[in-house]
């Protein structure tokens, strides 16, 4: 330290010397000051020393980092675990795979919600009674669909009014018949005159 011992803290800046030999701090030590704040230089030191530590620790993730980037691979282990407890993580970004892979589910699902909102006009609660009532299933031929999202939203093409969920041959099979009632009637005279 290249400072007067006999100096304070007034004269310190006044000669713009960093430090100055102070009185004891609030932890007890004895000795150097820094001159812009006051602060004692040891518990300074004792600070950093714990920032240090979590720097050490990044570090080291680091260098599994380059040394992932170095064999080609697009994943590693860090040594300290994410807040859900995952430890595998990217190498480019260094964040969690595990949770990337929860989060992007998460977002496909809000979209789907959205875009049944905006096209359909029905919220997240009464889409999931529509699943509910219909018990996942087509309601014409009755298949159950575990994906829910596999079930089209039927609805009339005049009105734009909901009618149900429907399989998508089910769904198909009804706009080729044009939506048609009557259409619908001669085919299943159609399909019973010539059974054989």
């Not at 300290?80 to 990337?100: W, Y």
């Not at 219909?134 to 009755?142: E, F, K, T, V, Y």
């Not at 669909?145 to 734009?160: N, P, Q, R, V, Y």
């Amino acid at each position: 330290m290249t400072a007067d011992p006999s100096i304070t803290r007034e004269e310190a800046r006044t000669i713009g010397a960093r430090r100055y030999l102070g009185g004891p701090c609030q932890r007890g030590h004895e000795g150097w000051r820094y001159t812009k704040g006051s602060a004692c230089i040891e518990c300074v030191r004792i600070a950093r020393g714990g920032w240090l530590k979590t720097r050490k620790r990044s570090a080291a993730n680091m260098v599994l980092t380059l040394e992932a980037k170095d064999n080609g691979r697009t994943t590693y282990n860090a040594t300290r675990p994410c807040r859900l407890g995952h430890t595998l993580r990217f190498v480019a970004s260094n964040n969690c795979v595990e949770c990337g892979k929860i989060t992007l589910e998460r977002q496909k699902i809000a979209r789907k919600f959205a875009r049944i909102r905006s096209i359909y006009g029905l919220s997240r609660e009464d889409y999931l009674a529509m699943v509910a009532s219909q018990d996942s299933a087509c309601r014409i031929c009755r298949r159950h669909e575990s994906d829910h999202f596999k079930l089209h939203i039927d609805h009339c093409h005049a009105t734009g009014k909901v009618r149900g969920l429907l399989c998508g041959p089910c769904n198909q099979s009804i706009g080729l018949l044009q939506h048609s009632p009557e259409r619908l009637a001669v085919a299943i005279n159609y399909l019973k005159e010539t059974r054989p």
